[in-house]
Structures are given as C-alpha cells and as structure tokens.
C-alpha cells in the first residue's frame, strides 16, 4: 500500500474517530455529521480504494474459515469414540485398519452418490483401510425409509452390497 492510500485511511479513520470521541463526551451525532461521515467513507473506500473493502472481507472469510475449522476439531476430539468406533456404525474395509475414514451421506444426495465411486477405489486398492459409514439422512422422508433399510441390512451381513446398491441407483429413490 502506497504512502498515499495509508495517509487516506487514517485520515478517514481519524475524522470518524473524532466525530466519535465529539459524540462521546457531547450528544450523539447529528443526523448532517452522520451523513458526513459516511460520505467520507463512502467516498474513500468504494470509489478511491475499493481493493481495501475487498481485501477486508477477504480477511472476514480467512477468519471465519478458520474459527469453523477449529470448532469442527473441537467437536471432532470430543466426539471421537461415537464417531470412530460406534458399534452401531456399518464398517467396511479392514476392521483394524491402519487408517480410518468416516463417511457421513445421505442416500438420496447427488454429490454423496458421486463420491460413492471414489468410495470403492480405495476399499478395492487400500487393504489397510477402516472405512466407517454414518447415515445421515436428512434430505427427507426417502433418505430415512432408504437409512432404516440399509441399517436392517447389517443383521444379515449385507450392509456394503445394499449400501452400493442405493447409492448407484440412477434417478430418485422410491
């Protein structure tokens, strides 16, 4: 940033401050100083630096992202027995593997449908692969009828053919 644009910014962030130290130790500003005030800034950030406002909301995101991520390991750490190692959980793969991954989906979700391929690879390439699967029907009243059947199918021991079954049928569940 050039000499320039920090020598506009606090200057917009010295007249706006000030206008609110006046407001503090005075009355609140007047509707014309509040007008004032956002015409200034206006004026400096949308129409002189608009890379300023697009690099502060980039800022926004990164931050954001980031809190998400941690509350998302918060909660990963602390639920880490139900979802790695639930006995109502279906598991295919090696039941000791060396790598576990989790899979929560919804049967009748296209994009859970098109990771189901990728899903297969790796069981079919990778022995030492745990793989737990996590119903997750949330999509509807088909997504839980199409859940409830392919958890009855582990008593019978066909959990991973009726799993594949629903997820490469083509068109709507019925």
């Not at 391929?117 to 088909?142: A, H, Q």
């Not at 958890?151 to 490469?168: C, I, N, P, R, T």
């Amino acid at each position: 940033m050039t000499f320039l644009k920090i020598g506009l910014v606090v200057l917009t962030l010295g007249l706006a401050s000030s206008f609110a130290f006046a407001a503090s130790t005075d009355e609140a500003l007047s509707k014309t100083q509040k007008k004032a005030v956002e015409n200034v800034v206006r004026e400096l950030l949308l129409k002189k630096e608009p890379d300023l406002v697009i690099k502060a909301a980039q800022e926004m995101q990164r931050r954001t992202e980031k809190e998400d991520s941690a509350k998302a390991q918060t909660a990963i750490t602390k639920n880490k027995k139900e979802i790695f190692h639930d006995p109502l959980s279906p598991v295919a793969g090696n039941k000791k593997g060396d790598v576990t991954i989790v899979e929560f989906f919804d049967y009748t979700c296209g994009y859970c449908k098109v990771v189901q391929k990728n899903t297969k690879e790796l069981l079919k390439k990778d022995k030492k692969l745990r793989f737990v699967f996590k119903e997750y029907p949330i999509l509807g009243t088909t997504s839980m009828n199409a859940s409830k059947a392919a958890l009855a199918s582990v008593k019978q021991g066909k959990y991973l053919a009726f799993h594949e079954a629903l997820m490469d049928a083509k068109g709507r569940l019925t």
